[in-house]
């Protein structure tokens, strides 16, 4: 499992001058993407999963909606609490930018939202698009943070015993965000260090490439200045632990439309590790709109509560279709408002700042 501070990667391949690994990207996810759509429905009985879906209770599906928006509302600051006021638009644009980032994740493949918002902030702003990158990174690390200090409390507050696949998230993605955290660390702290070590780690390589990598590092160090002050890195924080609070009060909402049976602690465990693992497992490549991998992983975080398949694929299929259409919705909303095409948005980020980082923009 590739924990979220990796989502930024296969995107970041398609920067390199010359690069294929989009293609290989759309290719992987398109056959990941099969291959827990089965898993998915493995086993599963569909007149089961039919009557499941029919005895939800579809009143308290808008609430859920409206919490997931909420917490969307809280990125926007969070985001924009990152970015300082020295370069960030109004809250509005700015809400506007990450909305249609969101939605450009959910319909083209490896996560070129991220480049959506670092192209689209870009042309507001002027600032180059590798400094955005930074922003969005950070947002990453503290998403990550904050969802395995959730994963460890389910579990140290023995509301639910993980099986052996869950510790084994648990530790890697614990591995992961700490190192991508003191990698940051260092990088604030030792800047000049960290150049040095650049430059040796990249002399063996092609001019073109040796020249671009450097000026990406120093664009992201620019990026990653803000978090210097206590005050924003605390903020950040905080928000951070208000969204996926968020996020998790909407699936304990959803677990009370499809009557789970579970109930009191356990019920509140059950939403923090549906929100942990699919939030994780959705990292993996696959095909836009995370699907298969988005129900597969709903229903084997809820296994552990000896939830039926069919129910936990019921939950699975509406909350993603309800953030689905949600997000989707609202980027379509703003990308015809502004007048921007998918397309438009799938070719020139990546090409844009590509060419930008080699004339030394």
Known sequence: MLPAACCLLPAAFCLLPGSAALKKTRLAGVVLTL?????AFYRVD???LGAALQRANYALIAPAGAITLLGYVLRTLRWR??????????FGALFAILMMGFATNN????????FARAYLLGRRTGQRKTLTLATILLERVF?????????????????VALPGWGQEVQFLSSLVFLAASAAILVVLIQERLAERVLRVAVRPL???????TEAAFAAFVTGLRSVRRPRILAAALLLSVAIWTLEALSYYTLIFAFGLPVAGLQRLAASVLVLVIVNLGIMLPSAPGYVGTFQFFAVSALAVFQVPRE??????????LVQYVLVTGIGLFYLARFNLSLGRIAEQPPAAEAAALRKGA
């Open 311 to 320: 129910s936990s694929l019921a939950l699975g299929i509406v909350s993603h």
């Open 206 to 212: 092609p001019s073109v490439l040796r020249d671009w």
């Open 35 to 39: 291959v827990f759509l089965g898993l």
């Open 107 to 114: 319909l083209l493949p490896a996560r070129l939202g991220e």
């Open 46 to 48: 569909i007149g089961e």
């Open 143 to 159: 998403d990550g943070l904050v969802l395995i200090a959730f994963l460890g409390a389910v579990s140290t507050l023995h509301a």
């Open 81 to 90: 609490v990152i970015l300082t006021r020295a370069y960030a638009p109004s």
